[in-house]
């Protein structure tokens, strides 16, 4: 049994994709059934996005006195923000959302969370290391 799958990427000139798709469809033989899915394209959690997220729970962490994994788990994956899902789990448009949201809610607790460009967050990282701290990278 021979399987026929075929992913189609629809970004920049669409036209060419969906052309192509159309042909391939068409090419099918008519004497066998299909399925043709279309999903969302998701793409994973950047690692600067990544890293500026444990940045930002290891300033909570050392301001409230607990640790960032615990910061992580109280207000971030079992709170509003993640409903149980952890980071890995969500894709870096979802990760923005939830690093806006997360800005916003600690801002209205008087905690100002850098913002979330890569270059800024570069920056912050050297400027910590100057410090001599070092952050995990999950």
């Known amino acids: 049994m021979s399987k026929f799958r075929k992913k189609y990427v629809l970004r920049g000139r669409r036209d060419d994709v969906i ?5 391939d469809l ?12 279309l999903e969302r394209l998701a793409m994973p959690v950047s690692d600067a996005q990544r890293g500026l997220f444990w940045i930002w729970m290891e ?3 050392a301001d ?25 789990e969500i894709s870096d448009e979802d990760m923005t959302e939830v690093m806006n949201h ?10 100002n969370l850098p913002s979330g460009h890569d270059d800024y967050y ?7 290391a100057q410090r001599g701290k070092t ?4």
């Open 26 to 37: 068409r090419c099918l033989p008519r004497d066998k059934e299909y399925v043709v899915t």
């Open 122 to 128: 570069e920056m912050l990282e050297s400027q910590q």
């Open 64 to 88: 409230i006195g607990d640790t960032k994994e615990e910061i992580y788990e109280r207000y971030v994956k079992n709170g509003p923000f993640l409903n149980g899902l952890g980071i890995s």
């Open 102 to 111: 997360l800005q916003r809610y600690f801002a209205e607790w008087g905690y």
């Open 135 to 138: 952050f995990e990278r999950y």
């Open 59 to 61: 300033m909570l962490a």
């Open 19 to 23: 052309g192509c798709l159309l042909h």
